[in-house]
């Protein structure tokens, strides 16, 4: 027993000269401190030794294991020392070299002034509608009194999957569908992305962002028209803001209005901002005609609304004074960067 205790500690001792991990420290522990290991198996037979050879056997023994525990904790720190010194080599950083500089982001200016218009609206009490931009004939035209064939069509041509469906050329779907599916008082924003079969220009776009408004309710006038966009003027282009309403026609709305707004260059005196008018268009609006009401299951005799809508990339040039729309579109961070 006592040459194969000793042949243990030899073998242990070449296995750890030629460890490199921990894993295989692990290995050898079991291997022969373990409870299925050589040493255990050794100590579990000294039962049959005599009473003068089992001291010195365990006394031994217990050499043994101390040599084996020792030598496996040094070769630990050893290999420790190695994996450090390979991290540091491997993630080695020359504080030397120049920064990485990391660009910050910005919201686009269509979001922004997107935003900040739904707050002014939500600061005076409207909620905010939704609705799907492929839309159905029956709620982008026929629901809105503008039947099939109606010349007011034309204006608001746009992309077609089928007789009945279409990209939606306005949101005013979204005011049709919440006046079917609510009973007034209604007070509401739809916002979002519309479509027309326009030529791309400096004013035009096939694709832009409208926010139309909505109010219903007993009593609602002209008056509260007026003064509703009033606020919404001087709160976008500033306190010293005015606007006009124009006679128009619009097949929903009765009577109806083009809305100006003095202009923001000049303030009014005339400039080539306003083309010497001192005004600029910046929506349309009018009241509810009664056929809407009726279409959508509301009495035109108990009730009244008025509706507008505006263009948001007409109102962000206006904002920031950019000539061309199609710069919103081209991504061009030279041009984001100064907005």
Known sequence: ??????????????????????TELEEIRLNYLGKKGELTAILKGMGALS???????????NQVREFIENAIEEKGREISVKELEKRLVAEKLDVTMPGK?????????????????????????????????????????????????HPARDVQDTFYFSDKLLLRSQTSPVQVRVMQSQKPPIKIICPGKVYRADEIDAT??????QIEGLVIDKGITMGDLKGTLELFAKNIFGENTNIRLRPHHFPFTEPSCEVDVSCWTCGGEGCRTCKG????EILGAGMVH????????????????????????????GRFGIKDLRLFFENDLRFLKQL
């Open 51 to 61: 009473a003068e050879e089992r001291p010195l056997i365990g006394q031994l023994a």
């Open 1 to 22: 027993m006592k040459t194969q205790l000793e042949e243990i500690m030899q073998k242990a001792k070449v296995r750890l000269e030629t460890v490199s991990a921990k």
């Open 101 to 149: 500089k990391k660009s910050l982001g910005g919201r686009h200016p269509l979001s922004s002034v997107t935003e900040e218009i739904i707050q002014i609206f939500i600061g005076m009490g409207y909620e905010i509608a939704e609705g799907p931009e492929v839309e159905f004939d029956y709620y982008n035209f026929e629901a809105l009194n503008t039947p099939e064939n």
């Open 290 to 317: 009664p056929n809407v009401l009726r279409e959508s299951g509301i009495d035109p005799e108990e009730y009244s609304g008025f509706a507008f809508g505006l263009g948001v990339e007409r109102t962000a040039m």
């Open 204 to 209: 035009h776009s096939p694709v832009f962002h």
């Open 277 to 280: 008018e001192g005004w600029i």
